[in-house]
T-cell receptor, first 113, second 115 residues
Framework: GENVEQHPSTLSVQEGDSAVIKCTYSDSASNYFPWYKQELGKGPQLIIDIRSNVGEKKDQRIAVTLNKTAKHFSLHITETQPEDSAVYFCAAAISGSARQLTFGSGTQLTVLP | GAGVSQSPRYKVAKRGQDVALRCDPISGHVSLFWYQQALGQGPEFLTYFQNEAQLDKSGLPSDRFFAERPEGSVSTLKIQRTQQEDSAVYLC?????????????FGEGSWLTVV
C-alpha cells in the first residue's frame, strides 16, 4: 500500500518568513495530493490540492509543487502569519478509486510574532 | 447542514463498554469515510461507504469495530468492548461523488477516551 513520509515534524519561523514542508510517497499510481491544516480540537481542513497532471499550483500565499519522477511534493507558505500556526498534513490518493487518503505524520508549524 | 457534523464531540468510556459515534455528512454527499487519528499522528483510513454500500472496510482494526450507513446518509461507527488502545479521535469525512476532482471534507471529530 501507499506510504507517505513528511518532514519536518516541527517547524518554527518568524512572522513574514516562508515555510516549506516536504512529503514523499511510495505508490507511483497515486495522482491526487491534498494538504490539510488542522487546528487544535478541530478536524482537518483542506487548504490546497494538486493532481499529477500539473507541477505547481498557487493560491495566494500558499503553493504546492509536485515532482512525479522523484515522488515528492511540497507545501510552500509565504509571508507567514501567526494564524498560520497549526499542524499541516500532506496526503496521497489514487483518483478515481475509493479515494481513501494516506496521510503523512504531520508538521507542527509555529509562526513566531 | 453546512459541514460534516459528528456527535458526540467527546466521549469517555470505561474499558469494556460499547460506544456509538454518529456522523451527518454534507447533504447530498455520496461518499462517506471514517478515519482514526491517534494523538500526534495523521488520520488513518478505517472504512468507506458509497451511498449505503460499505465498499471498503480494510482499515477497521478488529471485529470489535462496525460501521453502517443504512439509508445512505447518516453513518454510525460502533466500537464494542472498548479497549484503551481505541482511545483516539474518530473523524468522519464526505465527498460529493466518488472519483477525481472531488474534495473530501472532514468533520471536527469525536474524541474517545477509554479509561
Amino acid at each position: 500500500g501507499e506510504n507517505v513520509e513528511q518532514h519536518p515534524s516541527t517547524l518554527s519561523v518568524q512572522e513574514g518568513d516562508s515555510a516549506v514542508i516536504k512529503c514523499t510517497y511510495s505508490d507511483s499510481a497515486s495522482n491526487y495530493f491534498p494538504w490539510y491544516k488542522q487546528e487544535l480540537g478541530k478536524g482537518p481542513q483542506l487548504i490546497i490540492d494538486i493532481r499529477s497532471n500539473v507541477g505547481e499550483k498557487k493560491d495566494q500565499r500558499i503553493a504546492v509543487t509536485l515532482n512525479k519522477t522523484a515522488k515528492h511534493f511540497s507545501l510552500h507558505i509565504t509571508e507567514t502569519q501567526p494564524e498560520d500556526s497549526a499542524v499541516y498534513f500532506c496526503a496521497a490518493a489514487i483518483s478515481g478509486s475509493a479515494r481513501q487518503l494516506t496521510f503523512g505524520s504531520g508538521t507542527q508549524l509555529t509562526v513566531l510574532p | 447542514g453546512a459541514g460534516v457534523s459528528q456527535s458526540p464531540r467527546y466521549k469517555v468510556a470505561k474499558r469494556g463498554q460499547d460506544v456509538a459515534l454518529r456522523c451527518d455528512p454534507i447533504s447530498g454527499h455520496v461518499s462517506l469515510f471514517w478515519y482514526q487519528q491517534a494523538l500526534g499522528q495523521g488520520p488513518e483510513f478505517l472504512t468507506y461507504f458509497q451511498n449505503e454500500a460499505q465498499l471498503d472496510k480494510s482499515g477497521l482494526p478488529s471485529d470489535r469495530f462496525f460501521a453502517e450507513r443504512p439509508e445512505g446518509s447518516v453513518s454510525t461507527l460502533k466500537i464494542q468492548r472498548t479497549q484503551q488502545e481505541d482511545s483516539a479521535v474518530y473523524l468522519c469525512a464526505s465527498s460529493r461523488v466518488q472519483g477525481s476532482g472531488n474534495t473530501i471534507y472532514f468533520g471536527e471529530g469525536s474524541w474517545l477516551t477509554v479509561v
